[in-house]
């Protein structure tokens, strides 16, 4: 029997699970070295979006919006800080909060690597056509929304 190593395995080809993961294998390795060169990673730059686009907000709150724990949270926030893109601020309603808010050069490096992100993402989905992006686009949104409504 002779085996096809050419391609994709043939036999995992129809299952969503295999195909997101690979979907998301090939986004994560080429966006990741563009944030590197920007001088974060994923995460970092997802936390910074976030706190970006809803204004100052607290740790806890931010970290239940992208369904993290409190240590990975810390970490996170902790190496913004150090990178000075982010500041925190004791929470004028409650003492013992801190709220979190992108600096001038946070939103210089966000601006940096959106653009770096919509180029790695463009060059990702280079196969499809601008129809099917969009549509896969907004498949995964409404798969995405379901799944949160229903927590």
């Known amino acids: 029997m002779t085996e096809n190593i050419a391609g994709p395995p043939v036999a995992l080809m129809e299952r969503l699970s295999f195909l997101l993961k690979s979907t998301f294998a090939l986004l994560e390795g080429t966006i990741e070295p563009e944030l590197a060169r920007l001088g974060i990673n994923g995460r970092e730059f997802g936390l910074l979006t976030l706190i970006e686009a809803e204004g100052p ?10 369904g993290v724990d409190r240590t990975t ?3 996170l926030i902790d190496a913004l800080e150090e990178k000075k893109l982010v500041e925190r601020h004791r929470d004028p309603g409650n003492r ?6 992108v600096t001038a050069a946070g939103r210089k490096k966000l601006r940096d690597a959106l653009k770096a992100v919509e180029r790695a993402e463009q060059e990702a989905l280079a196969p499809l056509s601008v129809a099917d992006s969009a ?3 907004r498949t995964l949104q409404r798969l995405v929304e379901a799944r949160l409504h229903r927590t």
């Open 135 to 137: 549509t896969l686009t």
């Open 57 to 66: 907000a607290s740790q806890q709150r931010l970290a239940s919006r992208i």
């Open 73 to 75: 949270m810390v970490g």
């Open 96 to 101: 013992r909060a801190y709220l979190l808010e």
